[in-house]
């Protein structure tokens, strides 16, 4: 079993709608979720990082964790075009292991 | 850019050479890690150095060797590679104490090994 795994897509979202992005983990004992943005060939940048259950917004994106089912979302409202990226979910346990998931690619058709 | 910066940016090598790659981080962090991004593949951690004292190793093959003279730099050198290590390494560092804290990452090397 992997150690986070997601929906690897592609996921085609048309401009201006929800675009939603799943993460599950393994790890019971993780405490630190984060989504990182990563545009083609650039490094991925962190978009969002949730700790706690229940769901926290910043701007159009939202994070949801649920840690009793061991997962974690990534909601962006108002898609744009430049929201096409690829999403990576990482989860971070106490040991300060991190695990990436493979990606899921996202596509805003204008 | 980020705090953290990697040189070269691209790097094109034979299989017989000797090469380094060169990470540093200005944000004050303990703990820093090279990745390897393979197409299709998640990120794989290759390294980590916690305090500038290497506390994993993710069965990476000897060629790459990795050195950490302080917690601010960070060196991956690189000997008689293979076609299949041709990746995108990425340097990353955190707060390794603070659990909460995530990684930063640099803007990676693209290797490639013909």
């Known amino acids: 079993q992997k150690e986070v795994e997601q929906n690897s897509g592609p996921l085609s979202v048309p401009e201006g709608a929800i675009a939603s992005l799943n993460c599950t983990y393994s790890d019971r004992g993780s405490q630190s979720f984060f989504w990182y943005r990563q545009y083609s060939g650039k490094s991925p940048e962190l978009i969002m990082s949730i700790y706690s259950n229940g769901d926290k917004e910043d701007g159009r994106f939202t994070a949801q964790l649920n840690k009793a089912s061991q997962y974690v979302s990534l909601l962006i409202r108002d898609s744009q075009p430049s929201d096409s990226a690829t999403y990576l979910c990482a989860v971070r346990n106490t040991g300060n292991q991190f695990y990436f998931g493979t990606g899921t690619s996202l596509t805003v058709i204008p | 850019e980020t705090g953290v910066t990697q040189t070269p940016r691209h790097l094109v090598m034979g299989m017989t050479n000797k090469k380094s790659l060169k990470c540093e981080q200005h944000l004050g962090h303990n703990a820093m890690y090279w990745y390897k991004q393979s197409a299709k593949k998640p990120l794989e951690l290759m390294f980590v150095?916690?305090?500038?004292?290497?506390?994993e190793n993710n069965s990476v093959p000897s060629r790459f060797s990795p050195e950490c003279p302080n917690s601010s730099h960070l060196f991956l050198h690189l000997h008689t590679l293979q076609p299949e290590d041709s990746a995108l390494y990425l340097c990353?560092?955190?707060?390794?104490?603070?659990?909460?804290?995530?990684?930063?990452f640099g803007p990676g090397t693209r290797l490639l090994v013909l």
């Open positions: 990353a560092s955190s707060y390794s104490k603070i659990v909460s804290e995530t990684q930063y």
């Open positions: 150095y916690n305090f500038k004292e290497q506390t």
